[in-house]
């Protein structure tokens, strides 16, 4: 929340003349204590210029289930920001990962965060410390967030005016403070259109929409959801039509031409001529605002090359030292997706699932190895009638293909060490955790629906060369001779890269409550590069995407510690170096090291709740507090030589020894507990899809 006003104080007072929209998700009170409303108040006090919406209301639209999970900000149509990062507390941090803030310095009040621990019951007192900082840590937070420059922008841009104005429609249709919004004709006439094509589709439907608004007021209520204005009407093609009614396992799996800035959603919208919506000083904007030059200058039949090349000298007025960011700028053909419904954007088809389609078409064409880091990993196999998504399955046929043909293939997946909602795996009140486990559980490793005991029935031991999964630990102490703690490093980016050419970042997890559409809203991008560089894979030469391989190394090499000229040991994902010694080692180094210092959880050691019960009270007996995983180290190991006793220091073990913050995921943790809720526990009578 802190970082959202500050974002918009600082746009208000760079540009006080723009306007600023803000939709947010309005929360289902009694599930979740985000406090959505104190956030609207905060921010309306901020400036005139700042226009809040919150959506859905649940009474009247009757979706209480199902939320909006994207974080997107644009920026006048240029630029924008997309990914797994959340605009509010507990989301700042380093690529250090540090544990302790003591006194506080980096993390006020209650961006000191750690939902294991405690969730705030409210917000509104922000700089009042919501733990003991001297007895539990921070849970560090690890994310994946984009910057995009050009014409996937307007994309982007589009997509947020679709949502507003049926969020306008729905809750505030007479409120004349709340404005409907129009879209620039760049954002209307899809830019990949000739030159000929734009200036025809302009000036007929730039007449035909001005007489339209001079017959209707700029806030009828005459329209219904249908009448959203979004895109120019389009003629399906042969090859579209067909792709529509493609399905796998009643789910779209039509293949979009992923890497091109073009936006193949219009397919999925209402095809409605624009009508009744502008903003509110904005009537005047056919009469009076002519179309750029550069839309009217563009020539006909260009290349494919020559459009790139248009759009990409468009694109770069600033070079990489004035804006400051992170890595380079590089060019990318990028495509939009979206999971999205009537319920969230007021789309006309049942739902939209480009980005369950992007992951399963990227996973089936992938060459060499996929990588993955992603919140949730709940997905189904085909027959599975439980969990709809088919990640899973396009995973399982691509390493089988892979075994089959002797392939070095790889897949890499990381995830949380544990779900990030308050509760211990044993507690009362913890049964949402329980049943958050049991569903990944299902997923990777139990049961008959499970991938890896699936790919066992062929592959035998071998399974562990092509794929497997991990999370990521952080130790520290919490304060000046204070306690050394350790803590999950929470993964809430929603990346994949494939073959270090394609990336799919955004706000999607893999579960069925991001991929099915019809539920939570979400969007993404999915970037192929233009530009290549040299590299391997396999030990053999290959052209890496600047993009993909730059971020993959990025990753890595946090993720592994690596510096300097390390990093050119991971160049190459897939070799038996890379894959084996490097990254399984230090994985598996690290998580043994865990284990014998802090002998937290989760671990492959406690298998059930009585064992977790039975070590929980050990170590309180033994330390006098410890935090609700298992966090808190001795001062002294118990250590042995020659059969005398040496004590040795926790923390000089912990230097020497740990490597990054990989460490293996405990595929035996909690094994012998049915993890699902039972008829006591209130998540009992909750729908299961909720979970998943």
Same mark, same amino acid.
Request: hydrophobic letters at 35%.
């Given at each position: #929340?802190?970082?959202?006003?500050?974002?918009?104080?600082?746009?208000? %007072?760079?540009?006080?003349?723009?306007?600023? &929209?803000?939709?947010? &998700?309005?929360?289902?009170?009694?599930?979740?204590?985000?406090?959505?409303?104190?956030?609207?108040?905060?921010?309306?006090?901020?400036?005139?210029?700042?226009? !809040?919406?919150?959506?859905?209301?649940?009474?009247?639209?009757?979706?209480?289930?199902?939320?909006?999970?994207?974080?997107?900000?644009?920026?006048?149509?240029?630029?924008?920001?997309?990914?797994?990062?959340?605009?509010?507390?507990?989301?700042?941090?380093?690529?250090?990962?540090?544990?302790?803030?003591?006194?506080?310095?980096?993390?006020?009040?209650?961006?000191?965060?750690?939902?294991?621990?405690?969730?705030?019951?409210?917000?509104?007192?922000?700089?009042?410390?919501?733990?003991?900082?001297?007895?539990?840590?921070?849970?560090?937070?690890?994310?994946?967030?984009?910057?995009?420059?050009?014409?996937?922008?307007?994309?982007?841009?589009?997509?947020?005016?679709?949502? %507003?104005?049926?969020?306008?429609?729905?809750?505030?249709?007479?409120?004349?403070?709340?404005?409907?919004?129009?879209?620039?004709?760049?954002?209307?006439?899809?830019?990949?259109?000739?030159?000929?094509?734009?200036?025809?589709?302009?000036?007929?439907?730039?007449?035909?929409?001005?007489?339209?608004?001079?017959?209707?007021?700029?806030?009828?209520?005459?329209?219904?959801?249908?009448?959203?204005?979004?895109?120019?009407?389009?003629?399906?093609?042969?090859?579209?039509?067909?792709?529509?009614?493609?399905?796998?396992?009643?789910?779209?799996?039509?293949?979009?031409?992923?890497?091109?800035?073009?936006?193949?959603?219009?397919?999925?919208?209402?095809?409605?001529? #624009?009508?009744?919506?502008?903003?509110?000083?904005?009537?005047?904007?056919?009469?009076?605002?002519?179309?750029?030059?550069?839309?009217?200058?563009?020539?006909?039949?260009?290349?494919?090359?020559?459009?790139?090349?248009?759009?990409?000298?468009?694109?770069?007025?600033?070079?990489?030292?004035?804006?400051?960011?992170?890595?380079?700028?590089?060019?990318?053909?990028?495509?939009?997706?979206?999971?999205?419904?009537? %319920?969230?954007?007021?789309?006309?088809?049942?739902?939209?699932?480009?980005?369950?389609?992007?992951?399963?078409?990227?996973?089936?064409?992938?060459?060499?190895?996929?990588?993955?880091?992603?919140?949730?990993?709940?997905?189904?196999?085909?027959?599975?009638?439980?969990?709809?998504?088919?990640?899973?399955?396009?995973?399982?046929?691509?390493?089988?293909?892979?075994?089959?043909?002797?392939?070095?293939?790889?897949?890499?997946?990381?995830?949380?060490?544990?779900?990030?909602?308050?509760?211990?795996?044993?507690?009362?009140?913890?049964?949402?955790?329980?049943?958050?486990?049991?569903?990944?559980?299902?997923?990777?490793?139990?049961?008959?629906?499970?991938?890896?005991?699936?790919?066992?029935?062929?592959?035998?031991?071998?399974?562990?060369? &092509?794929?497997?999964?991990?999370?990521?630990?952080?130790?520290?102490?919490?304060?000046?001779?204070?306690?050394?703690?350790?803590?999950?490093?929470?993964?809430?980016?929603?990346?994949?890269? !494939?073959?270090?050419?394609?990336?799919?970042?955004?706000?999607?997890?893999?579960?069925?409550?991001?991929?099915?559409?019809?539920?939570?809203?979400?969007?993404?991008?999915?970037?192929?590069? +233009?530009? &290549?560089?040299?590299?391997?894979?396999?030990?053999?030469?290959?052209?890496?995407?600047?993009?993909?391989?730059?971020?993959?190394?990025?990753?890595?090499?946090?993720?592994?510690?690596?510096?300097?000229?390390?990093?050119?040991?991971?160049?190459?994902?897939?070799?038996?170096?890379?894959?084996?010694?490097?990254?399984?080692?230090?994985?598996?180094?690290?998580?043994?090291?865990?284990?014998?210092?802090?002998?937290?959880?989760?671990?492959?050691?406690?298998?059930?709740?009585?064992?977790?019960?039975?070590? #929980?009270?050990?170590?309180?007996?033994?330390?006098?507090?410890?935090?609700?995983?298992?966090?808190?180290?001795?001062?002294?190991?118990?250590?042995?030589?020659?059969? +005398?006793?040496?004590?040795?220091?926790?923390?000089?073990?912990?230097?020497?020894?740990?490597?990054?913050?990989?460490?293996?995921?405990?595929?035996?943790?909690?094994?012998?507990?049915?993890?699902?809720?039972?008829?006591?526990?209130?998540?009992?009578?909750?729908?299961?899809?909720?979970?998943?």
């Amino acid at each position: #929340m802190m970082l959202m006003l500050l974002l918009v104080w600082m746009l208000c %007072w760079k540009l006080k003349q723009s306007k600023i &929209y803000v939709l947010m &998700y309005k929360e289902v009170t009694i599930a979740l204590k985000i406090n959505s409303l104190y956030s609207k108040r905060r921010l309306l006090n901020i400036h005139e210029n700042v226009k !809040v919406l919150r959506y859905p209301d649940h009474f009247s639209s009757g979706v209480y289930l199902w939320s909006h999970h994207e974080k997107i900000v644009i920026i006048d149509y240029q630029i924008c920001f997309l990914g797994g990062l959340d605009l509010c507390f507990g989301r700042y941090d380093t690529p250090d990962h540090t544990l302790g803030d003591y006194p506080p310095k980096i993390w006020p009040g209650k961006d000191y965060y750690n939902p294991r621990e405690s969730e705030p019951n409210s917000w509104e007192e922000t700089l009042k410390d919501e733990l003991d900082r001297q007895k539990f840590p921070r849970m560090p937070w690890h994310d994946v967030h984009c910057a995009l420059w050009g014409p996937p922008c307007r994309d982007v841009a589009r997509h947020f005016v679709q949502r %507003w104005n049926y969020a306008k429609r729905n809750k505030a249709p007479h409120e004349q403070a709340i404005p409907l919004l129009m879209p620039h004709h760049h954002m209307v006439i899809p830019h990949y259109l000739s030159g000929k094509e734009k200036r025809d589709v302009l000036r007929e439907d730039q007449e035909e929409v001005y007489q339209e608004i001079k017959k209707r007021s700029s806030f009828s209520t005459q329209s219904s959801f249908q009448d959203i204005p979004l895109f120019v009407p389009r003629v399906d093609s042969e090859q579209d039509r067909a792709a529509r009614h493609s399905k796998l396992n009643g789910l779209d799996k039509t293949v979009l031409p992923f890497f091109r800035s073009r936006s193949n959603m219009e397919a999925c919208f209402t095809e409605t001529q #624009m009508k009744d919506f502008v903003d509110d000083h904005d009537i005047v904007f056919f009469q009076q605002r002519k179309p750029e030059g550069r839309v009217l200058q563009l020539k006909q039949n260009l290349s494919e090359k020559e459009w790139w090349e248009m759009q990409e000298r468009d694109g770069q007025s600033v070079s990489t030292e004035e804006v400051g960011q992170v890595g380079p700028r590089t060019a990318c053909r990028c495509q939009v997706l979206r999971s999205v419904s009537q %319920w969230s954007a007021g789309t006309s088809q049942l739902e939209e699932t480009s980005i369950h389609a992007a992951y399963c078409s990227l996973i089936e064409k992938a060459e060499h190895f996929i990588y993955i880091e992603n919140q949730f990993f709940i997905s189904g196999l085909e027959g599975d009638d439980t969990i709809q998504n088919r990640v899973l399955q396009a995973l399982y046929e691509r390493i089988i293909r892979a075994y089959n043909e002797k392939q070095c293939f790889r897949v890499i997946v990381v995830i949380p060490l544990l779900p990030g909602f308050q509760g211990g795996v044993d507690d009362a009140g913890a049964a949402s955790v329980r049943a958050i486990m049991h569903w990944q559980y299902r997923t990777i490793c139990r049961g008959k629906n499970s991938l890896l005991e699936n790919l066992e029935h062929v592959l035998g031991a071998k399974v562990c060369n &092509y794929v497997s999964f991990y999370g990521l630990r952080s130790y520290g102490r919490l304060c000046e001779g204070g306690p050394l703690a350790t803590s999950q490093i929470y993964v809430h980016s929603k990346v994949m890269i !494939v073959d270090d050419r394609a990336v799919l970042i955004g706000s999607a997890n893999i579960n069925d409550r991001s991929l099915l559409g019809s539920r939570d809203s979400e969007i993404a991008i999915l970037a192929e590069d +233009n530009e &290549y560089v040299d590299s391997y894979m396999n030990q053999q030469p290959w052209k890496s995407g600047r993009f993909a391989h730059s971020l993959r190394l990025s990753l890595w090499a946090e993720h592994l510690g690596l510096r300097g000229l390390e990093v050119n040991n991971i160049k190459d994902p897939v070799s038996t170096e890379t894959y084996t010694h490097i990254w399984r080692g230090i994985a598996e180094t690290n998580a043994a090291v865990y284990q014998d210092v802090f002998g937290c959880i989760p671990n492959d050691m406690i298998t059930s709740r009585y064992a977790f019960r039975q070590e #929980m009270a050990k170590q309180k007996e033994k330390l006098g507090h410890t935090t609700i995983d298992l966090g808190i180290a001795p001062d002294k190991l118990e250590d042995y030589e020659n059969g +005398n006793y040496k004590g040795t220091d926790a923390h000089e073990t912990l230097l020497k020894t740990c490597k990054g913050r990989l460490v293996s995921f405990p595929l035996q943790f909690m094994s012998n507990e049915d993890l699902r809720p039972v008829f006591n526990e209130s998540e009992y009578y909750a729908s299961p899809q909720v979970f998943h």
